[in-house]
């Protein structure tokens, strides 16, 4: 049987729209904005969605004036090296090449040489640390009473291949709010052999000397 000319161009109609919601769902479009675009006979292409805006060193919402944003990620295993950003500055990673096993301010690895570095540093100087492989073999008791000066609480606690990132200051007052230790543990470990890398990141206040 033949369809009338009416009825055929009915159903060419229903079979065009049927076709276009199937199509609008499969591909994941909103089907009302895909009719408006085809009648309208314009040739611009739908606006994406606006990519979520960056922050200084990745945080998810800006610092407050007189802050400095940071982000400190620790070594995996011995495997992929920390990274430590400051004001969307990188200081230390593995593509910067200055990474090293054992504790990264800058560049240490060596229990002389930590000594050296943290024994004259001025008042109000920040340090920032990430652990890589094992932060704990070379730490020796005047090393750890020094961390503990710049606000650790962890510091003592620390044993062989721990994970570890702390911020902390010369001079502090109180414990740093900026620590934290991924405990070495067979049980719980992610990587054999170590625990799984720690990420931080957020906002330090300066201090007035530090303003200039």
Known sequence: MRLAGPMRAVAVLLLLGLTWVLASSILGGDSSSLVKHFFSGTNEEPTAETKPRRYKCGLSAPCPQKHLAFR???????????K???????LVSSVKNNVGRGLN??????????LKY?????????????????PATKLNDEARRLFEELGSTVVKELTFRDSWVFVGAKGIENKSPFEQRMKNSKSSNKYEGWPESLEMDGCIPLRAPLEN
């Open 105 to 114: 301010i800058a560049l240490v690895n060596d229990v002389t040489d930590l």
């Open 72 to 82: 400190l990620v620790s070594g995996a295993a011995n495997v992929i090296g920390p």
């Open 118 to 134: 943290l024994r004259p540093l001025h008042e109000g100087t920040l340090v920032f640390v990430a652990s890589f492989d094992d």
């Open 84 to 90: 430590i950003c400051l004001e969307d500055k990188i």
